[in-house]
């Protein structure tokens, strides 16, 4: 085994009810899942792996990761890691935190799902984007999630602008949708699962993806992130997860000055520890999905 390489799993929520719009994992499939690990790996937490050398282990090393802060990271992914002793570390949206609100790709996820409408109402002229995303008017259900699914890739590699103006026509269209709240932590819970010895760290403020944002906006959300952790916790956060990976040269360097030891990507790959950009550290990411396609993403990659 090279003790340089690292497979750095990505979760994010683990939960029973299914979701067709972005399907937690189920906790049994999740537990399978760790159990594999605990067979096959030597699981750290990750900063252990990241600031030392871990001692030899015949098996290769592993860390779990999760992003955003959902409630249901108590109620279902800690008992089971709880009872297999795998230690983990969670990636908190400071302002979901703080106000109780779903980060902005659950939001549009919930209210594509959850209308009865089957019309945008575009504010502004939407020239710029692709044409097969211009669409105003939708046949049926099943045509409007179709485009949901898609246009939600899309939009994450926009400027952040155009972004937020999009997704206020949304709210506005699908105005008969109420987000629901009590879907995240607060920061008691996340004093708590810190206390519990859960890395904790941070997933900036409001969950852009940085790479396409202003130099400002970054740095507001790097530093403030940062601040608000420490202005709750006590603790200063040593960790950046970058939202849906996005990253680039600016993010990784303003990433540095905001004082931060690391930033996790999710790159799918496996990371190589002393021989990466600590500022770029790859994660796979896994799904709900069968057992042999999770165990093919982590083979393949780590």
Not at 22 to 38: C, G, Q, T, V
Not at 53 to 68: M, N, Q, R
Not at 104 to 131: A, C, V
């Amino acid at each position: 085994m090279k003790k340089n390489k690292v497979s750095i799993l990505l979760f994010h929520r683990v939960h029973p009810v299914r979701d067709v719009m972005w399907d937690p994992m189920e906790p049994a499939r999740f537990e399978y899942i760790l159990r594999f690990l605990k067979k096959n790996y030597t699981v750290l937490p990750l900063l252990e792996i990241l600031d030392s050398t871990p001692a030899y282990t015949k098996k290769p090393l592993a860390a779990v990761t999760f992003d955003d802060g959902y409630r249901d990271f108590i109620d279902y992914s800690v008992p089971i890691m709880d009872q297999l002793k795998i230690p983990s570390s969670m990636y908190v949206v400071t302002d979901c935190i703080s106000n109780d609100k779903p980060t902005w790709t659950f939001e549009m996820d919930y209210l594509f799902f959850n209308t009865h409408k089957l019309q945008i109402d575009w504010s502004f002229d939407i020239g710029f984007l692709p044409r097969k995303f211009r669409k105003k008017k939708f046949e049926n259900k099943k045509e409007l999630i179709a485009f949901c699914l898609e246009f939600k890739q899309y939009i994450k590699i926009i400027a952040e602008e155009n972004r937020k103006i999009l997704i206020q026509d949304l709210f506005r269209s699908f105005n008969d949708v109420t987000v629901p709240r009590g879907l995240m932590m607060n920061w008691n819970e996340v004093n708590q699962i810190i206390n519990a010895g859960i890395e904790v760290g941070s997933h900036t403020v409001t969950h852009p993806p940085l790479a396409t944002i202003s130099k400002p906006d970054l740095e507001r959300e790097l530093q403030l992130s940062k601040s608000e952790y420490f202005k709750y916790t006590g603790r200063d956060p040593r960790v950046i997860a970058y939202p849906v990976g996005s990253c680039n040269e600016q993010v990784k360097k303003s990433a540095a000055l905001a004082g931060y030891s690391y930033g996790l990507a999710v790159n799918n790959e496996i990371y190589e520890k002393g021989s990466g950009d600590k500022f770029e550290i790859p994660r796979i990411e896994l799904y709900n999905e069968s057992f042999g396609r999770t165990w093919l993403r982590i083979k393949q990659f780590g």
